[in-house]
T-cell receptor
Framework: QKEVEQNSGPLSVPEGAIASLNCTYS??????FFWYRQYSGKSPELIMF????GDKEDGRFTAQLNKASQYVSLLIRDSQPSDSATYLC??????????FGSGTRLQVQP | SQTIHQWPATLVQPVGSPLSLECTVE??????LYWYRQAAGRGLQLLFY??????ISSEVPQNLSASRPQDRQFILSSKKLLLSDSGFYLC????????????FGPGTRLTVL
């Protein structure tokens, strides 16, 4: 079992819709969780982090964490074509570095 | 504010040639530093991390090595490149003492022919 699992996609949504990206992790001791956005050919950039169960909102982005289910999600409201990218979920298992999923490719159709 | 630089941005090298990629961080002291590799269409593979000058931990045994000669400088090297070394090499930093939020440099795209 991979430590951090994401559906590779592509996830296709129409402009203005809500995009829902999901991630599961295997290490129950993980304490912090991150979402990075990576445009094609570019390096990952941090979008959000979440430490506690529940929702955390930042503009059009909402991160959701459920530690009991070992599940993290990212919701993007009012999706724009500029949101088209690969979204990487990362988990801090309390060891040396973050563990990254392989990413979900999001396509927002104009 | 903190900034992270990597160079070169792109590199094309023949098989068997040496490699040296450099990463520097500005605006913070004693950061944790990381080297990742991303193969085409794949996730991030942690190669090395460092918590201080001269302190390097290797995550994946291979023909690559890393060094940290100065507090904010991290170098990735190879004596002889393999075809499988092609990929997107990313340097990242996090605050001293924390393995938490990591910030990435612009990356180096390496093609080995």
């Amino acid at each position: 079992q991979k430590e951090v699992e994401q559906n590779s996609g592509p996830l296709s949504v129409p402009e203005g819709a809500i995009a829902s990206l999901n991630c599961t992790y295997s290490d129950r001791g993980s304490q912090s969780f991150f979402w990075y956005r990576q445009y094609s050919g570019k390096s990952p950039e941090l979008i959000m982090f979440i430490y506690s169960n529940g929702d955390k909102e930042d503009g059009r982005f909402t991160a959701q964490l459920n530690k009991a289910s070992q599940y993290v999600s990212l919701l993007i409201r009012d999706s724009q074509p500029s949101d088209s990218a690969t979204y990487l979920c990362a988990v801090n298992p309390g060891r040396r570095a973050l563990t990254f999923g392989s990413g979900t490719r999001l396509q927002v159709q104009p | 504010s903190q900034t992270i630089h990597q160079w070169p941005a792109t590199l094309v090298q023949p098989v068997g040639s040496p490699l040296s990629l450099e990463c520097t961080v500005e605006g913070t002291s004693n950061p944790n530093l990381y080297w990742y590799r991303q193969a085409a269409g794949r996730g991030l593979q942690l190669l090395f991390y460092s918590v201080g000058i001269g302190q390097i931990s290797s995550e994946v045994p291979q023909n690559l090595s890393a060094s940290r000669p100065q507090d904010r400088q991290f170098i990735l090297s190879s004596k002889k490149l393999l075809l499988s070394d092609s990929g997107f090499y990313l340097c990242a930093w996090s605050y001293s003492g924390s393995t938490d939020t990591q910030y990435f440099g612009p990356g180096t795209r390496l093609t080995v022919l």
